[in-house]
């Protein structure tokens, strides 16, 4: 006579995690990258060139951010690594960014485009190839106002406009 098993409950039963398809056997881990450090430059005023200029959601903040990354052109202070960005915010709106009357990103754009803009599109790369001063000043403090280890400490743009010529 063939016996019945039973069959666990839905209490009793294990869940568990399905690994990726590309999954390595459990006996090797994979490496820990480590992310390359934010810039650290001397504090100052800079002429910089935009190399790059996006936007996008970023999921971490719930809003639209757009990233400026500047070349200083006329930096001669401690070497550094990495990227010098100047980041905007574009409003917390998922479906679509929004530049508000009084933001600085539309002080900038009023700067780039002589005027303000006739067109409620705007193509981001407007502010690439072009020349700006910028003010560099180190972050030493967390978000929380904690003073943060000499170490870890990084630069960002606090203020950028347009380099006039002539």
């Not at 990726?20 to 001397?42: E, M, W």
């Not at 700006?132 to 929380?144: C, H, L, S």
Request: glycine content about 6%.
């Amino acid at each position: 006579m063939a016996t019945l098993q039973r069959l666990p409950v839905s209490s009793e039963r294990r869940t568990e995690r399905r690994a990726p398809s590309n999954h390595r056997p459990t006996d090797q881990k994979p490496a820990i990258t480590v992310a390359a450090p934010y810039p650290l430059l001397d504090e100052g005023e800079y002429l910089a060139e935009c190399t790059k200029a996006s936007y996008e959601w970023a999921n971490r903040y719930r809003k639209w951010k757009a990233r400026l990354v500047l070349s200083p052109q006329d930096y001669t202070g401690k070497a550094y690594t990495g990227q010098l960005c100047r980041f905007f915010n574009l409003g917390t709106n998922p479906d679509s960014p929004r530049v508000g009357p009084g933001s600085d990103f539309r002080a900038l754009l009023v700067e780039v485009h002589g005027g303000q803009p006739a067109n409620s599109v705007l193509d981001v790369n407007i502010f690439a190839g072009r020349r700006y001063r910028i003010a560099v000043v180190t972050v030493k403090q967390n978000r929380k106002g904690e003073p943060i280890a000499a170490a870890n400490w990084y630069s960002i743009v606090r203020d950028i406009h347009l380099a006039e010529f002539g």
